[in-house]
Each structure stands twice: as structure tokens, then as C-alpha cells.
């Protein structure tokens, strides 16, 4: 067992958090950063393409497809192919990072939608929003974080219990119902 899945609990006996916990709570923080310095510095343009979903709704495939689309007559995509990069690479995260300047420029986000900078409402920028039954967000959201994080707690974490979390609107992108 690695040292950093080790749960220990203090003194008091209380639980300790693990290095993977500590790391993720750090990732939403730069996330949050990352949304926040979005709403005062990011200036949209009106052949921008902004594709948006809730994680885990299939953005995957449609930054493939609309990739695929628009890049489909650029025979001089250079290193940007789908052969040599993943999807997440070729259409990066608004709040992750600042987009480039090729025209027109291709974007994700898993912001809700009153969550996007103020330029993105006022501009002509095409929204493409993709949308997936909520249950089965729900328990591809559930698989995937049991893969990520594995068993850090000393107990699992039940679906009924997280579904039951999930219906109240906790989710760390916000309720699944803000992104409608």
C-alpha cells in the first residue's frame, strides 16, 4: 500500500486527510482561480465556439466532433490531430487556461452558465451545449471518481448515500440542474 493512502487519524482521533484528498482540494482551488480571473480577462470574440456541458455529459465526444468539423478542410492542422492528441488537448478548458488565437477559437467549459465571463453573454459566440440523462451522469460521475481516488477512505462510499448528495445539488461544478 502506497504511504500516501495510508488513512491516519490524530491524536484526538479524528481522521486525517490523505496527500490524494489534500491534491484535490488544491486542484479545485486552482479551478475556482481559474474561473474567477476568467470573468475579468477573458474577452470573447464572435466566431468563438464555446462548447459546455456538466462533467461527465459527454464532452469528450463532442470536442471530437466539433474539432473534427471545423478543422475538416485544414489540411495544415500541423501537431493538432486526433493521432497524436487526446480531445482535452486539442479543445482546452476555458477555465483551465486562456485559448489561442487560431480562428475561430474552440473552447470547453463545465461552468454553468451564469458562471461565464460576461463577454461570452454579450458577444455572438456560438454556445454548443451537450446534455445527458442526470442518472447517467450520476453514475458515470460516481465510477469515475471511484477510479481516480480508489479507496482513500477507510470506508467506501456508497452510491445511494452520493446519489442522495447528488440530488440535494452537490456536485463540485454545482447542481447538475444549473447547468440547464
Known amino acids: 500500500m502506497e504511504i500516501s493512502k495510508v488513512t491516519k487519524n490524530n491524536e484526538e482521533g479524528e481522521r486525517v486527510e490523505t496527500i490524494e484528498e489534500i491534491l484535490a482540494k488544491l486542484e479545485k482551488v486552482k479551478y475556482i482561480q481559474g474561473i474567477l480571473s476568467l470573468q475579468t480577462q477573458f474577452v470573447a470574440r464572435d466566431d468563438d465556439i464555446l462548447l459546455t456541458s456538466c462533467p461527465k455529459s459527454g464532452s469528450l465526444w463532442l470536442k471530437s466532433l466539433i474539432f473534427s468539423i471545423v478543422k475538416r478542410n485544414n489540411d495544415n492542422n500541423g501537431p493538432l490531430s486526433f493521432s497524436t492528441c487526446n480531445p482535452h488537448n486539442l479543445v482546452r478548458a476555458l477555465e483551465l487556461s486562456l485559448p489561442d ?3 475561430p477559437r474552440i473552447m ?6 451564469p458562471s461565464l ?9 456560438k454556445i454548443i451545449y451537450i446534455c445527458r440523462n442526470p442518472l447517467d451522469l ?24 452520493c446519489f442522495d448528495v447528488f440530488c440535494k445539488g452537490v456536485h463540485p461544478f454545482g447542481p447538475f440542474w444549473d447547468h440547464i
Not at 460521475?141 to 470506508?155: A, Q, R, V, Y
Request: glycine share 2%; aromatic share 12%; with cysteine.
Open 101 to 103: 488565437e487560431a480562428k
Open 108 to 113: 470547453s467549459a463545465h461552468s454553468p452558465y
Open 117 to 125: 465571463p460576461p463577454s461570452i453573454m454579450s458577444s455572438n459566440c
Open 138 to 161: 450520476f453514475v458515470s460521475h460516481w465510477h469515475f471518481i471511484h477510479k481516480l481516488f480508489g479507496d482513500i477512505n477507510t470506508e467506501p462510499t456508497h452510491l445511494e448515500e
